[in-house]
């Protein structure tokens, strides 16, 4: 069964508790992803902005999902 997870500080961070004894040995294979409502807007506005600009931008982003997702 797969589950979903991502990069974190350079370690597999798994999105939910799952069931496996601690030592087991799984497989880790990278999705291709899809740019996100904001990842397109920003490549849409690459063009008008200086790249540090949209860079700062989609670093605010990233920081507010991680809160959301924290519970904050």
């Known amino acids: 069964m797969p589950y ?3 990069i974190e500080n350079g370690m597999v961070v798994l999105d939910e508790i799952i069931p496996l004894p601690e030592g087991t040995v799984v497989t880790v ?3 291709e992803q899809e740019p996100s409502a904001v ?3 920003l490549l849409d506005l690459a063009g008008l902005f200086p ?3 949209l860079q700062e931008i989609e670093e ?3 920081d507010c999902r991680k809160i959301d997702a924290d519970g904050w």
Do not use: N
């Open 60 to 62: 605010a982003v990233q």
């Open 51 to 53: 790249a540090e600009d």
């Open 29 to 31: 294979e990278p999705m």
């Open 4 to 6: 979903r997870g991502h």
């Open 39 to 41: 990842g397109r807007a």
